[in-house]
């Protein structure tokens, strides 16, 4: 039996596995200050509620990544300060964000956190931490269907040129 054939909460992390939940945590601790503000700045009910699943998603993801640091004697990175609420009337016209723009910045923030998720599974070698990524990428795709639906719902979608290849044939 080698270092790591055993219990996996027993293994060792491997530098990758470190960096990367470190800079997680990060990004994720930064997120959850980014999309309280954004908050501030939505008019839709929707579109609030599901900023709302956001933060809570991310505070969740905060406690799993922070507790996987410390139980490895990793130094934390530093915590935003919460967002104060905000009346949305009290922001200037031309300085707020659209509901759609913050939709699809929050279509951004997903997809960026689907492709971190998918690279700490691959590059995970303790099952328990490539458990928890797929877990949290799970969670993040089920958002992303939320949020897609919901940008199709009020016509923020803004797609591609569309490929419709019998156009034109008779």
Not at 14 to 25: C, I, K, N, Q, R
Not at 127 to 138: C, L, S
């Given at each position: 039996m080698?270092?790591?054939?055993g219990?996996?909460k ?7 596995e470190v ?10 601790k930064a ?13 839709d009910t929707?579109l609030?509620?599901?900023?709302n699943?956001?933060?809570?998603q ?6 799993q990544?922070?507790?996987?640091l410390?139980?490895n004697t ?6 935003p300060?919460e967002?104060a609420?905000a009346n ?7 300085a707020?964000?659209?509901?759609s723009?913050i939709a699809?910045?929050?279509?951004a923030?997903v997809?960026a956190g689907?492709?971190?998720c998918s ?10 931490i490539?458990?928890m ?7 993040k795709?089920?958002?992303?269907a939320?949020?897609l ?7 923020w ?5 569309l490929h419709t290849?019998?156009?034109g044939k008779?």
């Amino acid at each position: 039996m080698g270092i790591l054939s055993g219990n996996p909460k027993e293994e060792p992390m491997h530098y990758g596995e470190v960096y990367g939940t470190w800079s997680a945590l990060l990004a994720t601790k930064a997120m959850v200050a980014g999309h309280q503000t954004l908050l501030n700045h939505a008019g839709d009910t929707d579109l609030k509620k599901l900023i709302n699943e956001f933060i809570d998603q991310g505070k969740q993801e905060e406690k799993q990544l922070e507790t996987l640091l410390k139980e490895n004697t990793v130094g934390l990175p530093p915590t935003p300060p919460e967002r104060a609420s905000a009346n949305l009337d009290d922001i200037p016209v031309g300085a707020r964000f659209l509901d759609s723009e913050i939709a699809a910045g929050l279509s951004a923030d997903v997809a960026a956190g689907l492709v971190a998720c998918s690279k700490m599974i691959g590059q995970c070698i303790r099952e328990d931490i490539a458990t928890m990524y797929g877990q949290m990428h799970t969670q993040k795709a089920q958002l992303g269907a939320k949020l897609l639906r919901l940008n199709k719902e009020k016509g923020w979608l803004v797609p591609p040129p569309l490929h419709t290849p019998n156009e034109g044939k008779n």
